[in-house]
């Protein structure tokens, strides 16, 4: 942002032994804080949270009966005659027939005649492309804040949540945080898995959008946040921007 980049998601990963929790109770005590500015966002300038989930649910279950994937992983060659690729006015790639008016995610292949398919077919392939573009629409005011954090030096049985646990020990904070909807992991991070799924669900669910990736910390862990970046990143659907801090 201090460059002109305004980004509408944003994955905060902080990497921590569980022991140094009570050392950083003043930045424990902002996180859920940030977790709630973003709800009130949202509701006022956002689509409403229900409101997306639902869109989400039926374009995944509109994908999954149509058998297509992410409309930013297909391509434009080979396809038969009469066939030609489009995009929609957010960036969005979809196949239409000159000649039978049919408009599809998936890519036409030269076996597949260009002919009508059934109407109820059909009218799922159009319900996909008119649900997809009103989850964009609907998006465009929302904002996205993911925190993980990955403790280590413990297992998955110390982070769960303790409701009996005192506020200010190491049980307390972490029930606090979880409750707040602040991702809690234990180990080392697992880079490639956490780009690898942020990258999915936006190229499945927008085809193209940007993902901002705040930093601050050991160089050695700059470099594999770099690397991830560059590695998931594609021009035709989530771009990762990486945003380096120094305290």
């Given at each position: 942002?201090?460059?002109?980049?305004?980004p509408s998601?944003l994955?905060?990963?902080?990497?921590?032994?569980?022991?140094?929790?009570?050392?950083?109770?003043w930045?424990?005590?902002?996180l859920?804080?940030?977790?709630?500015?973003?709800?009130?966002?949202n509701?006022h300038?956002?689509?409403?949270?229900?409101?997306?989930?639902?869109?989400?649910?039926?374009?995944?279950?509109?994908?999954?009966?149509?058998g297509?994937?992410?409309?930013?992983?297909v391509?434009?060659s080979?396809?038969?005659?009469?066939?030609?690729?489009?995009?929609?006015?957010?960036?969005?790639?979809?196949?239409?027939n000159?000649?039978t008016?049919?408009?599809?995610?998936?890519?036409?292949?030269?076996?597949?005649?260009?002919v009508?398919?059934?109407?109820?077919?059909?009218?799922?392939?159009?319900?996909?492309?008119?649900t997809?573009e009103?989850?964009v629409?609907?998006?465009?005011?929302?904002?996205s804040?993911?925190?993980?954090?990955?403790?280590?030096?413990?297992?998955d049985?110390?982070i769960?949540?303790?409701?009996?646990?005192?506020p200010?020990?190491?049980a307390?904070?972490?029930?606090?945080?979880?409750?707040?909807?602040?991702?809690?992991?234990?180990?080392?991070p697992?880079?490639?898995?956490?780009f690898?799924?942020?990258?999915?669900?936006?190229?499945?669910?927008?085809?193209?959008e940007?993902?901002?990736?705040?930093?601050c910390?050991?160089?050695?862990?700059?470099?594999?946040?770099?690397?991830?970046?560059?590695e998931?990143?594609?021009?035709?659907?989530?771009?990762?921007?990486?945003?380096?801090?120094?305290?």
């Amino acid at each position: 942002w201090k460059k002109g980049f305004s980004p509408s998601h944003l994955h905060f990963f902080w990497v921590a032994r569980r022991s140094d929790l009570s050392t950083f109770k003043w930045l424990l005590a902002l996180l859920p804080q940030l977790k709630l500015e973003e709800k009130k966002h949202n509701e006022h300038y956002g689509g409403g949270e229900q409101q997306l989930q639902a869109m989400e649910s039926r374009v995944k279950v509109l994908r999954n009966e149509l058998g297509v994937g992410g409309p930013s992983s297909v391509g434009a060659s080979g396809l038969p005659p009469g066939w030609q690729s489009a995009k929609t006015e957010d960036g969005h790639t979809y196949y239409w027939n000159s000649q039978t008016q049919e408009r599809t995610w998936a890519v036409p292949t030269a076996g597949r005649p260009g002919v009508l398919p059934g109407q109820d077919m059909r009218a799922k392939q159009d319900e996909l492309l008119q649900t997809q573009e009103s989850l964009v629409a609907a998006s465009i005011g929302n904002r996205s804040l993911t925190i993980t954090l990955y403790l280590t030096g413990c297992k998955d049985a110390d982070i769960q949540p303790d409701p009996s646990a005192a506020p200010d020990s190491e049980a307390g904070l972490i029930t606090k945080l979880l409750e707040s909807k602040v991702i809690i992991k234990a180990g080392r991070p697992r880079w490639d898995s956490e780009f690898t799924q942020i990258a999915e669900t936006y190229n499945t669910m927008y085809g193209k959008e940007e993902v901002g990736v705040v930093f601050c910390g050991a160089p050695l862990i700059a470099a594999a946040l770099k690397e991830q970046c560059e590695e998931k990143s594609d021009v035709n659907g989530t771009l990762f921007r990486l945003h380096k801090e120094n305290f």
